[in-house]
């Protein structure tokens, strides 16, 4: 069994863009925990984030750049965030912001929500970032269901081989995820307690971060902020007319020439292509105006199970809607 080649970071810049720019994924240390990234505009390469993590859903990941002026390419910074940017960047700091239409940044990496978490890491991350000139999207680098690696043994160990380069910076110096904060409505809200103290934010902000049950935002509840305004039917075996279908696979569903507007997850039946198009096809579809996304049933092997979450969640909160079987 091969298993993933394990690199010292000062050896392994180049071996890290190449796979990068070839869409594929590379495990690479930061000072919180070791993250599995990928380039944030690259749909394929954000769709083996999940993969190979067995992530189960879209969680929306964190897009990490090399310095301020790339982060302010990507998303609108208020006054506070930016403050916090630079008093924490580089560091274990991770800040929701609005995001810029047209960034480039592919939907996956933020779920389709229009918010989008930046970081700026220490060390390796950094270097790789700057010399790739785009963002890297990141989810600690661990299985689903795994606690956080701090060693590149560790990660190695946990995938094996379904990635193909561990960059090794030794043991993580922080070892917790980065602490997450957003200014929502003019309060500053703590969405993940990490690496920088809550206090610290608050003397560097200059107000009180807000906190508890309601404003912890769980990342499944967040793949769900995002619904289209068309009704959403699952599993379809065919097309009334009028009704955009969401394709997946060489065979059209019955109907299917009376669709108001069609897209293919893809056309040969890959999942991962799937998954890189699945939030801007639903975004294509919805804006075609039908009153209804028809969709073709997807297996649920693979990234197939997250693809189907999404679909489910999207067609869960309307009442209306016929499932087939
Ligand atoms: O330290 C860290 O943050 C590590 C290293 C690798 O940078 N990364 C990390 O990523 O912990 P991950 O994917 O395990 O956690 C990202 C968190 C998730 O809980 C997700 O829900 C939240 O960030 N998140 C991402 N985008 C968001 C958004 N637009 N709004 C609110 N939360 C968001
Ligand atoms: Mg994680």
């Not at 599995?36 to 690259?42: F, K, Y």
């Not at 390469?45 to 189960?56: L, N, Q, S, T």
């Not at 902020?225 to 959403?232: C, K, L, M, S």
């Amino acid at each position: 069994m091969r298993v993933a080649e394990i690199l010292a970071a000062g050896e392994a810049m180049e071996r890290a863009l190449a796979l990068l720019e070839g869409g594929d994924v590379v495990a690479i240390p930061t000072e919180t925990v070791y993250g599995l990234a990928a380039d944030a505009t690259n749909g394929v390469g954000v769709a083996r984030i999940f993969e190979v993590k067995g992530r189960p859903r879209f969680n929306p990941l964190i897009a990490h750049v090399a310095d301020l002026a790339m982060a302010e390419r990507i998303a609108l910074f208020d006054p506070v965030s930016k403050g916090l940017a630079q008093t924490f960047w580089p560091g274990p700091l991770t800040l929701v912001l609005p995001q810029w239409p047209g960034n480039g940044i592919h939907p996956l990496v933020t779920a389709g929500l229009d918010t989008i978490a930046l970081r700026m890491p220490k060390g390796f991350g950094g270097q790789l970032i700057a010399r790739l000139g785009r963002p890297l999207a990141a989810p600690s680098a661990n299985s689903s269901g795994r606690i956080s690696a701090t060693t590149a043994e560790a990660v190695a160990a946990d995938f094996g081989p379904k990635i193909k380069l561990v960059v090794d910076g030794g043991a993580t110096s922080v070892g917790l995820e980065s602490t997450i904060v957003k200014i929502e409505g003019g309060k500053l809200r703590l969405l993940r307690p990490g690496g920088i103290a809550a206090e610290e934010i608050e003397a560097a902000a200059g107000m009180k971060l807000w906190r508890g049950a309601a404003g912890i935002e769980a990342p499944g509840m967040l793949a769900s902020h995002y619904a289209p305004g068309a009704a959403v039917r699952v599993n379809a075996a065919n097309v009334a007319k009028g009704e955009a279908l969401l394709a997946f696979g060489p065979r059209r569903a019955e109907g299917w020439q009376g669709a108001a507007a069609l897209r293919n997850l893809s056309e040969t039946g890959d999942l991962r292509e799937a998954a890189s198009n699945l939030f801007a096809h639903m975004q294509d579809l919805d804006r075609s105006g039908a009153k209804t996304i028809a969709v073709e049933p997807i297996p649920s092997d693979g990234l197939g199970e997250a693809i189907n979450d999404r679909l489910w969640r999207a067609a869960a909160p309307r009442d209306k809607i016929d499932r087939a079987p």
